[in-house]
C-alpha cells in the first residue's frame, strides 16, 4: 500500500470516528465546579466531565459556579491519527442555535474547532449580521480570524445565517414562529432590503407582540408601520 493510498485510508476512517462521535453526547446536565479562560468543569454523578467553551458562552456561565447547568454539546477527536493519538473532546454552548452556528462556522475552509473556538468571543446574531452585510474587517477582527479566512466564511456561510441574525433575547413561543419570522426576514431581503434593514423591520413587529398567524402577516404589519 502506498503512503497516499494509506492517508486515505485513515482520512476516511478518521471521518467515519468523527461522524460517530458527533452522535454520542448532545447535551449534559450537572453542577458546574470549576470554569477558566478555555473551559468548564461539570460534576455529573460521580465523575467530572471537561467541556471545552467560546468565551462567549464562558461569560454567561461566570455566575453560576456551583449551580446546576445544562450545555448543548458537540464532540469531536483531536489528535493526529496516524499516530494513533485521538482524545475525545467536549464542546459546550447555551443553546441549540449556539451550537449550529459554531458547526456551520467549523465548516469553513482554515478554520476547524480550535480556531472556532477562539474566534467566537461575539454575541451569534452580531456575527452573523457581519457576514450577511459582507463586512470583512469587522470579521477580520476576530481572534485568529484575518481577511482572507473571512472572505472564505462570508462565500461559504452568507446565505445561511438569516436566522442566527435573527436571534434576539426576547424568547419566541416556539419554533414555527420562529420559522416565521425567519422567512418574512428572507422575503425582506429578496426585494431589496439590506439584511440590517430588514431585521430592524422585524425586530419591531415581534416587539410589538401583535399576534402574527402566517408570514403574510408579518409581512403587512411590516408595511402598516412603513406607512406610519
Given at each position: 500500500?502506498?503512503?497516499?493510498t494509506?492517508?486515505?485510508?485513515?482520512?476516511?476512517?478518521?471521518?467515519?470516528?468523527?461522524?460517530?462521535?458527533?452522535t454520542?453526547?448532545?447535551?449534559?446536565?450537572?453542577?458546574?465546579v470549576?470554569?477558566?479562560?478555555?473551559?468548564?468543569?461539570?460534576?455529573?454523578?460521580?465523575?467530572?466531565y471537561?467541556?471545552?467553551?467560546?468565551?462567549?458562552?464562558r461569560?454567561?456561565?461566570?455566575?453560576?459556579?456551583?449551580?446546576?447547568?445544562?450545555?448543548?454539546?458537540?464532540?469531536?477527536?483531536e489528535?493526529n491519527p496516524q499516530?494513533?493519538?485521538?482524545?475525545?473532546?467536549?464542546?459546550g454552548?447555551?443553546?441549540?442555535?449556539?451550537?449550529?452556528?459554531?458547526?456551520?462556522?467549523?465548516?469553513?475552509?482554515?478554520?476547524g474547532?480550535?480556531?472556532?473556538?477562539r474566534?467566537?468571543i461575539?454575541?451569534v446574531?452580531?456575527?452573523?449580521?457581519a457576514?450577511?452585510e459582507?463586512?470583512?474587517?469587522?470579521?477580520?477582527?476576530?481572534?485568529?480570524?484575518?481577511?482572507?479566512?473571512?472572505e472564505?466564511?462570508?462565500?461559504?456561510?452568507?446565505?445561511k445565517?438569516?436566522?442566527f441574525?435573527l436571534?434576539?433575547?426576547t424568547?419566541?413561543?416556539?419554533?414555527?414562529?420562529?420559522?416565521m419570522?425567519?422567512?418574512?426576514?428572507?422575503?425582506?431581503?429578496s426585494?431589496g432590503?439590506?439584511?440590517?434593514d430588514a431585521?430592524s423591520r422585524i425586530?419591531?413587529?415581534r416587539?410589538?407582540?401583535?399576534?402574527?398567524?402566517?408570514?403574510?402577516?408579518?409581512?403587512?404589519?411590516?408595511?402598516?408601520?412603513?406607512?406610519?
Amino acid at each position: 500500500m502506498t503512503s497516499s493510498t494509506q492517508y486515505r485510508g485513515t482520512a476516511a476512517f478518521t471521518t467515519k470516528l468523527l461522524n460517530k462521535v458527533n452522535t454520542l453526547i448532545t447535551r449534559i446536565t450537572g453542577t458546574l465546579v470549576g470554569l477558566n479562560e478555555s473551559c468548564a468543569t461539570l460534576r455529573v454523578g460521580g465523575m467530572e466531565y471537561e467541556v471545552l467553551l467560546p468565551d462567549l458562552v464562558r461569560r454567561q456561565l461566570q455566575a453560576k459556579l456551583n449551580d446546576e447547568i445544562s450545555l448543548r454539546t458537540i464532540e469531536y477527536l483531536e489528535g493526529n491519527p496516524q499516530q494513533g493519538r485521538l482524545i475525545p473532546r467536549m464542546v459546550g454552548f447555551a443553546s441549540d442555535a449556539e451550537r449550529e452556528f459554531f458547526d456551520l462556522f467549523c465548516s469553513v475552509d482554515g478554520v476547524g474547532v480550535r480556531k472556532a473556538l477562539r474566534a467566537m468571543i461575539r454575541p451569534v446574531p452580531e456575527v452573523a449580521e457581519a457576514i450577511e452585510e459582507r463586512d470583512i474587517k469587522q470579521l477580520s477582527t476576530l481572534p485568529g480570524v484575518g481577511p482572507a479566512v473571512a472572505e472564505r466564511i462570508v462565500a461559504k456561510l452568507r446565505r445561511k445565517m438569516a436566522k442566527f441574525a435573527l436571534m434576539v433575547a426576547t424568547d419566541v413561543p416556539d419554533s414555527a414562529d420562529r420559522d416565521m419570522f425567519v422567512e418574512a426576514y428572507e422575503a425582506l431581503v429578496s426585494v431589496g432590503h439590506s439584511p440590517q434593514d430588514a431585521r430592524s423591520r422585524i425586530d419591531t413587529v415581534r416587539e410589538s407582540k401583535k399576534k402574527c398567524k402566517s408570514v403574510e402577516d408579518i409581512l403587512a404589519q411590516v408595511y402598516q408601520n412603513q406607512r406610519g
